[in-house]
């Protein structure tokens, strides 16, 4: 065959596996909200679609397919439906960048695990989670209504004010690391825990997870949905399965959160103390490893993000903007004016 | 009055410490007090077809027509529940006791027709409590959803009433 019939049919596999993978842990996310969420309330959650509730997904998708699909009277109908499929695939896109594991060797050549190793990786997801705000906005405008609307303004004020502190929190990763593609970010934490960025970079991480919290849209800092003040905020006037694209899409983005943590600042696939390529293993073995690894620091972070949402009550609105502006700005410059210093010197 | 002995009451005029300012602390104590319940707390959760919670002696559930000590049936017409009843959902029409039936009746009227309306009852009891016979009583059966078809809710005497010797056969 020829080389390049074979590249195509890799990358090919690579993304329908990826996004295979995305869809499918996203949709598991949304039982694991829902029993760790009762466990945390101590309740049971939903157990009786299959063993756990294992098959309860499956059940809201049916759901969701077999709702009635509503647009409002007065809403914008073009706009309406752009909201929904804007959002779920600018929550897929950054999934490019993100490596889940080692190299494997296919058919003879190496295969990276990732869809495209771009020497710009995370300048790249940061700039297109970033357009993620219009998903939101186009949506809540749509539907117009005022309780969407609401939530759509507060969310790209949030979305906004917090892409500034990650984007200083992550500059000081960079200046470490000498890249921006996540995989040599990860091969620059890889010699030993203490490299991992969480240690080297202590108030960066703080910085850092709480902006990525807020990008997220996750509590403390949900006030896009607000629940109790906004129903639910930009997506009150969503139902059936234009509802589940959102809901999906959130959970998306939660995962590409966690993924993003660990990555930048837990190692990304390394084992703490263990080196995978000299205990000798063949390179198909350590590459399925370091998946395995990277999946369960991953689900871990999504699992913490889960937790806290249990755990911490709401922002108010003034009290979020103050957080963002006055005091995780100025500690990001703060810290990433000491990396700067600390960098230069050694 | 605090919710609870554990409640403290914080002097809102002090200010915070800088450690208090800062949140992480709390946060992390928040944490561990939710991980504690996540991983030790039982659930409290009664898993309701399989598991049932037991009923107060004098639960009130779906109406029950009793017999006396020789099986007849008690209730005499008497409209004592009837009139009673605050939902006005009995209806009962009295006729004579003539013939066979006399060994069914220990007097001369008995009810010919004994409906409840149970969507109207409100499940007060207050028939029970007016029987003069002991006739009429509210059990412990409370599974009455149903879905389609409301003339089942239409309850008959003779869905109500105890056969002989037998506990009342309920509906499902
Ligand atoms: S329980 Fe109350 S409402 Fe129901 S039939 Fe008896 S008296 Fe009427
Ligand atoms: S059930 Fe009791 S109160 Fe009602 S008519 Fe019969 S005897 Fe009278």
Known sequence: MEEWIIDILISLAKTLAFFGVILLWAAYITLGERRFASFFQNRLGPNRAGIFGLLQPLADGIKFMM????????????????????????????????????????????????????????????????IGVYGIMIGGWASNNKYSLLGAIRSSAQLISY???????????????????????????????????????????????????????????DLAEAESELIVGYHTEYGAFKFAMYMLSEYINLITASALITLLYFGGWGIPFVDLGRLGLSVN?????????????????????????????????????????????????????????????? | MAINVRAKYLNKTEEMSFID??????IVKGMFITMKHF??????????????????????????????????ERCT????????????????????????????????????????????CIFCGFCQEACPKAAIYLEEFYELADYDDRSKYLLTKKEMMETEGKPVKYRV
């Open chain 1, 67 to 130: 709702k009635e699909e509503i647009i409002p009277k007065n809403a914008n109908r073009a706009f309406y439906l752009l909201g929904p499929t804007l959002f779920i695939t600018i929550a897929l896109i950054p999934w490019a960048a993100i490596p889940f594991g080692d190299t494997v060797v296919i058919a003879g050549r190496e295969v990276k695990l990732q869809i495209v190793d771009l020497n710009v990786g995370i300048l790249f997801m940061i700039a297109v989670s970033s």
């Open chain 1, 163 to 221: 892409e500034i502190t990650m984007g200083i929190a992550l500059a000081a990763v960079f200046l470490l690391s000498g890249s921006l593609s996540t995989r040599d970010i990860i091969i620059a934490q890889m010699q030993s825990p203490w490299h991992w960025n969480v240690f080297v970079q202590p108030l960066g991480f703080i910085v850092f997870f709480v902006s990525i919290l807020a990008e997220t849209n996750r509590v403390p800092f």
């Open chain 1, 285 to 346: 073995l350590a590459g399925l490893i370091s998946v395995i690894v990277f999946l369960v620091k991953t689900g871990f972070f999504v699992f913490v993000f889960i937790w806290i949402r249990w755990t911490l009550p709401r922002f108010r609105y003034d009290q979020l903007m103050n957080l963002g502006w006055k005091i995780l700005l100025p500690l990001a410059l703060v810290n990433l004016f000491g990396t700067a210093v600390v960098a230069l010197l050694v």
């Open chain 2, 21 to 26: 300012r800062l949140y992480l602390p709390a």
């Open chain 2, 39 to 72: 991983l030790f707390t039982k659930a409290y959760t009664v898993e309701y077809p399989e598991e049932r919670k037991p009923i107060a002696p004098r639960f009130r559930g779906r109406h029950v027509m009793k017999r006396d000590e020789m099986g007849r």
């Open chain 2, 77 to 120: 017409a008497c409209y004592c529940c009837q009139y009673s009843c605050p939902a006005e959902c009995i209806n009962i029409e009295a006729a004579e006791v003539t013939g066979d039936i006399r060994n069914n009746h220990p007097e001369d009227k008995y009810a010919r027709v004994f409906e409840i309306e149970l969507l109207r």
